[in-house]
T-cell receptor, first 116, second 109 residues
């Protein structure tokens, strides 16, 4: 149980275009979903936290107008990188939390974004 | 500020035992996680400690001392597939997960 999927797994886009990444909890309802970014040889950096039906909470330094997050249902959250630039190239990982007392976050497999 | 420290890199031999330490200073504490992350992949859950003591799960064990702000992950009978980064993360008083930078473990034959 507790499977989280992400789509696409890899995407290459041109500078200035937008890219949407989907994160789905397949067998449980996620009260909260998290979006992380990870640059090579670095740890996970939390970008934002989203709760179903409400606006996402962004971490300091993360532009909310550039990284649009929609958490429309208890099983789906999307991250849209708008007007992508080469410096946005990174590994984007989502995780989902069911709200149980273990506080465990279940991670998606990640999306490798390359902006050319 | 909030801070989690763990060694950047460790090397061990196949079949041996290795201990990866993690110290933390956070605003509140609601548990500590260890995750394993292979290169190019997302993290996978290894353990969760919220009470002091040792939790054993197969070849992996995790220890917590809340009074010392300290945890370690113990890996026994090391296998080549254990080569990965090991991430320590603490849930603070706001129930936010604070991540360490990770320890890259290199296993040599």
């Amino acid at each position: 149980g507790a499977v989280v999927s992400q789509h696409p797994s890899r995407v290459i886009c041109k500078s200035g275009t937008s890219v949407k990444i989907e994160c789905r909890s397949l067998d449980f309802q996620a009260t909260t979903m998290f979006w992380y970014r990870q640059f090579p040889k670095q740890s996970l950096m939390l970008m934002a936290t989203s709760n179903e039906g409400s606006k996402a909470t962004y971490e300091q330094g993360v532009e909310k107008d550039k990284f649009l997050i929609n958490h429309a249902s208890l099983t789906l959250s999307t991250l849209t990188v708008t007007s992508a630039h080469p410096e946005d190239s990174s590994f984007y990982i989502c995780s989902a939390y069911s709200g149980d007392r273990s506080y465990e976050q279940y991670f998606g497999p990640g999306t490798r974004l390359t902006v050319t | 500020g909030q801070n989690i420290d763990q060694p950047t890199e460790m090397t061990a031999t196949e079949g041996a035992i290795v201990q990866i330490n993690c110290t933390y200073q956070t605003s509140g504490f609601n548990g500590l996680f260890w995750y394993q992350q292979h290169a190019g992949e997302a993290p996978t859950f290894l353990s969760y400690n919220v009470l002091d003591g040792l939790e054993e799960k197969g070849r992996f064990s995790s220890f917590l001392s809340r009074s010392k702000g300290y945890s370690y992950l113990l890996l026994k009978e090391l296998q080549m597939k254990d080569s990965a980064s090991y991430l320590c993360a603490v849930i603070d008083s706001n129930y936010q997960l604070i991540w360490g930078a990770g320890t890259k473990l290199i296993i040599k034959p």
